[in-house]
């Protein structure tokens, strides 16, 4: 058995940007997750600060393009999936994605509020 299952809280980095694969609509955007800064054995160690890409389809991508903002606090449950392609210079790239699966707003950020 095998399990691959991913559990975030963070805050959006920003706005997601869309774009469609046929007739599917594709959400992209990166979710902040920090440790907080800490002192063991006298040595402090500062805050740590993780950038995750995120990846939604569909219906969910949609809602994220109407209801997500850069600083919202989100929760998200999904899986890790890695893809490598070779851009026309024929330099190789590799990205590790979160593919979204279920999320909830937490928090509307100062921003979004101030716009509605």
């Known amino acids: 058995m095998s399990v691959n299952r991913v559990i975030l809280v963070g805050h959006v980095g920003q706005k997601p940007t869309i774009r469609y694969v ?3 609509a594709v959400a992209t955007f990166s979710l902040a997750t ?3 800064a800490k002192t063991v054995d006298g040595v402090e160690i500062p805050e740590r600060t993780e950038w995750h890409n995120l990846v ?3 219906k969910a991508a949609e809602i994220a393009e109407r209801y997500i903002d850069k600083g919202n606090k989100l929760y998200v449950e999904g899986k890790l999936r890695t893809r490598t392609w070779q851009d026309n210079n024929a ?3 590799t990205i590790t994605e979160i593919i979204v699966e ?3 707003i937490l ?3 100062s921003q979004s509020q101030q716009a509605q």
């Open 91 to 93: 330099l190789k790239h």
């Open 102 to 104: 279920n999320f909830e």
């Open 22 to 24: 046929g007739n599917k």
């Open 107 to 109: 928090s509307r950020s």
């Open 34 to 36: 920090s440790d907080r």
């Open 56 to 58: 939604m389809w569909d």
